[in-house]
């Protein structure tokens, strides 16, 4: 069941979209966590040779599958695995940080599984993941830390074994 946003993280949600100066300046007073250095690996591979995986920060997670703690204002810093066969009927998305009423219609804007089979049956990449992840993006305050030391390179651990050369991230 979709979560419900208040009548404020509506008109929120509205403005910030309607009305970027005010996201601007909202980024330019953010403050940001940071790290050192860029984790950066030299692409060597022909696309058409590459195993290629979603990671999406727009909350889609399958209908079966815990959704993501809407409850917490600093955020879920949590991921839910998607396998790659999974019907879009039972797939949702838990996020009322932005408007994903298009994307509740049409997964492939924040979730794009049906471009990737397109690519690979036109020979563009090598095979599509058998799981993808998804997370909530909105991760603030106490749980950063937790996003950048355990959930991502946990998430990083599992493509790596999977043997994944190519993750394509999508935000919400």
Not at 93 to 101: G, M, R, S
Not at 123 to 137: F, P, Q, R, S, W
Not at 147 to 163: F, N, Y
Request: hydrophobic share 35%; glycine share 8%.
């Amino acid at each position: 069941m979709p979560e419900k946003q208040t009548f404020g993280e509506r008109l929120t949600t509205k403005i910030f979209s309607r009305f970027p100066i005010i996201s601007e300046m909202w980024a330019k007073k953010f403050k940001a966590y940071g790290v050192e250095g860029i984790p950066w690996t030299p692409f060597e591979k022909e696309l058409s040779q590459c195993k290629v995986a979603i990671v999406t920060t727009a909350g889609v997670h399958l209908k079966n599958q815990q959704p993501f703690d809407m409850e917490d204002h600093e955020g879920d810093p949590t991921f839910r695995e998607v396998p790659r066969d999974t019907p879009k009927s039972e797939l949702t998305i838990t996020h009322k940080y932005y408007d994903h009423t298009d994307a509740d219609k049409d997964i492939n804007i924040v979730f794009p599984i049906d471009r990737f089979f397109e690519m690979k049956e036109r020979g563009e990449i090598g095979d599509v993941a058998e799981i993808h992840y998804g997370l909530m993006g909105h991760i603030l305050g106490r749980h950063l830390k937790a996003l950048v030391e355990e959930t991502g390179p946990e998430i990083a651990r599992r493509l790596k074994s999977s043997g994944i050369d190519v993750v394509f991230l999508t935000p919400g």
